[in-house]
């Protein structure tokens, strides 16, 4: 069974980081491409940030320069770093993990970022 948990989540001034985690069991972590989204009240889920199997990344165009995704191939773990929050980077982080062979994503439970302004 494939799981992903999130962690790292929190309540951030403005200006702030914020560090998040996600960690990958029951699927090897050599087929899958991992990415990080996000899903504001009331608006659709978009992409944050991607990292394919072979480490080549792409960001929002509106966290360009302010986040880095990064991933632990050893600890099955992907990461993003995330400096100068801004307001509307609030809302609940989702991990996922997309299986390149079969074409199907998993995703984590989610978690909360709220900046305060």
């Known amino acids: 069974q494939v799981q992903l948990v999130e962690s790292g989540g929190d309540l951030v001034q403005a200006g702030g980081s914020l560090r998040l985690s996600c960690t990958a069991s029951?699927?090897?972590?050599?087929?899958?491409?991992m990415g990080w989204y996000r899903q504001a009240p009331g608006k659709q889920r978009e992409l944050v940030a991607r990292?394919?199997?072979?480490?080549?990344?792409n960001y929002a165009e509106s966290v360009k320069g302010r986040f880095t995704i990064s991933r632990d191939n050893a600890r099955n773990g992907v990461y993003l770093q995330m400096n100068n929050l801004k307001p509307e980077d609030t809302g609940v982080y989702y991990c996922?993990?997309?299986?390149?062979?079969?074409?199907?994503?998993?995703w984590g439970q989610g978690t909360q970022v709220t900046v305060a302004s």
């Open positions: 996922d993990a997309y299986n390149v062979f079969k074409g199907y994503a998993y």
């Open positions: 990292m394919s199997r072979g480490g080549s990344s």
């Open positions: 029951g699927i090897a972590f050599s087929i899958i491409d």
